[in-house]
């Protein structure tokens, strides 16, 4: 134990041991949340560093208070690094994660009322895209475009042309957390373009994957702006990153601060400098590769084994599963049995899913995490068999005691990069 946990472990024991319980649960489990991952330990020596003490409201040379002589150096590596992995001419690093990422690009880009073209959630957009709950969708106008699940998820770009022509949208946005297909960034930019409309890509789940170049890049289209989370595929600390052309900085960074935050949380900005750093090494391409690998042979064995797939395939690190088709019970349900046996996923509707959204009719899956790790494709295979006979017979508790003690046994075989 080193000697900060040594300190917390001594003065307040619940919080330790909470803390120690969930060490244990990402150890000991395959973390299939598509979303989530293991950060590196040099990130964690950020977070738990001094800069957490720190104040720098404003930007490099430009800042509220005095003694930013690291952190104006901290913010200004974060920045360049941020551009030259993605390919950007302007970088923000200062989001404290993907809501607020995404509220500074509206609030910068549109005024209130402002009708945005977005992905309807159910095929995959996120609740940031204008879910009628969150305060964007009560500010902005959002309108739907949806994918073609029966042809690979591919979308119908004559449709959206006609769509667009009809709303005239000020902004036109790709992104998703839940669709498994890759986008061709270059058609809705030529669709954005007949009237004149900002291109914006949510890229937070596949970020790593885009910086990587194993996913195609929106700016290789010429868009906007592009955001991405620094927590999911990219693998650093909780944090959004806002990536735009030089000309759109004058909107961004205001938009950030002051428009919508004070202070920025500048362990977070270290840490993401750490992971653009890493991003930017030969083994970071392999390891997105891995996770490319990894999500086609789970998708493959799921489908073998008889699992029915939204879009029946991925392109990228994720799979939505429909359960209610494949094993006829409902995400949370499906969500629950492989609780048990120490595989985490998350209940997830489906294309214009009938049900709810906290019994939705699919579950959703990712290999970022459990690449992390060093699993394989092999690995995969054998998950997706103890997924599919846990999902088949959800009750059979001697059976789930047994995947239970596979899993472990496997995990055993990984270590979790940070833990131990
Ligand atoms: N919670 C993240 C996801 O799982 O997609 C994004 O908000």
């Not at 195609?216 to 990219?234: C, E, Q, Y």
Request: hydrophobic share 40%; net charge neutral.
């Amino acid at each position: 134990m080193d000697a900060y946990r040594q300190k917390l472990h001594s003065f307040d024991p619940d919080i330790d041991a909470a803390i120690a319980g969930e060490e244990g649960r990402q150890a000991d489990g395959v973390e299939m949340i598509p979303s989530e991952n293991y950060t590196y330990p040099e990130v964690l020596a950020t977070l738990g560093s001094v800069l957490t003490n720190k104040y720098a409201e404003g930007y490099p040379g430009r800042r509220y208070y005095g003694g930013q002589e690291y952190t104006d150096a901290i913010e200004n590596l974060a920045r360049d690094r941020a551009c030259a992995i993605f390919r950007a001419e302007h970088a923000n690093v200062q989001p404290l994660s993907g809501s607020p990422m995404n509220q500074a690009v509206y609030f910068g880009f549109l005024e209130p009322g402002d009708t945005v073209l977005a992905m309807d959630l159910s095929h995959g957009g996120h609740l940031t895209h204008g879910a009628p709950v969150s305060h964007m969708g009560k500010v902005f106008k959002f309108e739907r475009y949806k994918s073609e699940p029966s042809q690979n998820g591919a979308i119908d770009f004559d449709g959206l042309m006609a769509r667009v022509k009809a709303v005239r949208p000020k902004m036109v946005l790709c992104g998703y957390s839940s669709y498994p297909r890759d986008y061709d960034y270059a058609a809705f930019k030529r669709v954005a373009d007949e009237i004149g409309a900002l291109t914006f890509a949510d890229i937070s789940h596949i970020g790593g994957l885009v910086a990587a170049g194993v996913m195609r890049n929106p700016f290789d289209a010429g868009f906007d702006v592009v955001t991405t989370t620094t927590h999911k595929s990219l693998r650093g600390p909780r944090g959004g990153l806002i990536l735009c052309k030089k000309a759109h900085a004058k909107k961004v960074d205001p938009a950030v601060f002051p428009g919508l935050q004070g202070g920025p949380h500048m362990n977070n900005v270290a840490g993401a400098a750490v992971t653009f750093k890493k991003a930017a090494e030969p083994a970071f391409k392999d390891y997105a590769t891995a996770i490319l690998a990894n999500a086609k042979a789970l998708a493959a064995g799921l489908m073998t084994e008889g699992a029915k797939l939204v879009t029946d395939g991925t392109d990228n690190h994720l799979m939505v599963v429909d359960t209610i088709a494949s094993f006829g019970i409902d995400g949370r349900t499906a969500e629950q049995a492989l609780d048990r046996i120490g595989i985490t996923t998350n209940k997830q509707v489906i294309p214009d899913d009938p049900r709810p959204p906290l019994r939705p009719s699919g579950i959703r899956l990712g290999t970022p995490a459990c690449t992390t790790r060093g699993m394989t494709a092999d690995d995969m295979r054998r998950i997706a068999r103890w997924m599919v006979d846990t999902l088949r017979a959800p009750k059979d508790d001697a059976a789930i005691a047994k995947r239970h003690a596979e899993v472990r046994e496997l995990c055993r075989s990984y270590p979790v990069p940070g833990i131990g």
